[in-house]
Nanobody, 120 residues
Framework: VQAGASGGGLVQAGGSLRHSCAAS????????VGWFRQAPGSQRELVAT???????YDADSVKSRFTISRDNAKNMVYLQMNSLKPEDTAVYYCILRFQAGSVWFNIGSWGQGTQVTVSS
């Protein structure tokens, strides 16, 4: 199963965007899914993860602003981004994840990602 992100765009600071992550070659229902982002000149960082059971984990930098959710019936995972800041500018990726004990692993390739640009 591969995950592909879409939904980026250009938005002013304070605005909102919603990313969608679609599964190909299978379903998300048996996997956790994570959203990552990579800003120019920076390492890729984890934004949020949603488990098979719907538990969510958010990076401190996006808490109370971003919400990850999943719709297993539609085979989709979403990232709702509110109160966007210029520092949220990055390419956003989704990827399958699984947890072994306290360690998380990413599954599959990153794909092209989707660009978000937040203007001040």
């Amino acid at each position: 199963v591969q995950a592909g992100a879409s939904g980026g765009g250009l938005v002013q600071a304070g605005g909102s965007l919603r990313h969608s992550c679609a599964a190909s070659g299978g379903t998300f229902s048996g996997n956790a899914v994570g959203w990552f982002r990579q800003a120019p000149g920076s390492q890729r960082e984890l934004v949020a993860t949603i488990t098979i059971g719907g538990n969510t984990y958010d990076a401190d930098s996006v808490k109370s602003r971003f919400t990850i959710s999943r719709d297993n019936a539609k085979n989709m995972v979403y990232l709702q981004m509110n109160s966007l800041k210029p520092e949220d500018t990055a390419v956003y990726y989704c990827i399958l994840r699984f947890q072994a004990g306290s360690v998380w692993f990413n599954i599959g390739s990153w794909g092209q990602g989707t660009q978000v640009t937040v203007s001040s």
